[in-house]
Nanobody, 115 residues
Framework: QVQLVESGGGLVQPGGSLRLSCAPS????????MGWYRQAPGKQRELVAT???????NYVDSVKGRFTISRDNAKNTVYLQMNSLKPEDTAVYYC?????????WGQGTQVTVSS
C-alpha cells in the first residue's frame, strides 16, 4: 500500500515563498503523471498543478506564473515551488497520481498565508 507524504508547508506572509515536497513510500517503478491539489476550509479539493512523467506541466489560472511543479524521478519526489503567495492560497496541499485510480490520500501539508 503506497503512502503519500507531503511536507514543507507552514505560515508565511503574503508575498512569501514555500517549497512543498511529496514522496510516495515504497518502490514506485512507473513514472506516473502527478498532481498537486489543495483544499481550503469549506471548499472542495482543487487540482492546481500537474506534471507528466516526461515533465510537461500545467497549472490552474489562479497560480500560473507563481507556482512551479517539478519532479526528481531518481528520488521519486514531486515538488511545488510557490512564490508570491496570497492569503487565498491558504489551504491543505496534497499530491497524488493522475489518470489512474489515486493512491490513498496522505495527511497533506498546511499552508497558511497571513500577515
Amino acid at each position: 500500500q503506497v503512502q503519500l507524504v507531503e511536507s514543507g508547508g507552514g505560515l508565511v506572509q503574503p508575498g512569501g515563498s514555500l517549497r512543498l515536497s511529496c514522496a510516495p513510500s515504497g518502490i514506485i517503478d512507473t513514472l506516473y503523471d502527478m498532481g498537486w491539489y489543495r483544499q481550503a476550509p469549506g471548499k472542495q479539493r482543487e487540482l492546481v498543478a500537474t506534471i507528466t512523467g516526461s515533465g510537461r506541466t500545467n497549472y490552474v489560472d489562479s497560480v500560473k506564473g507563481r507556482f512551479t511543479i517539478s519532479r526528481d524521478n531518481a528520488k521519486n519526489t514531486v515538488y511545488l515551488q510557490m512564490n508570491s503567495l496570497k492569503p487565498e492560497d491558504t489551504a491543505v496541499y496534497y499530491c497524488n497520481r493522475l489518470n489512474i485510480a489515486p493512491w490513498v490520500w496522505g495527511q497533506g501539508t498546511q499552508v497558511t498565508v497571513s500577515s
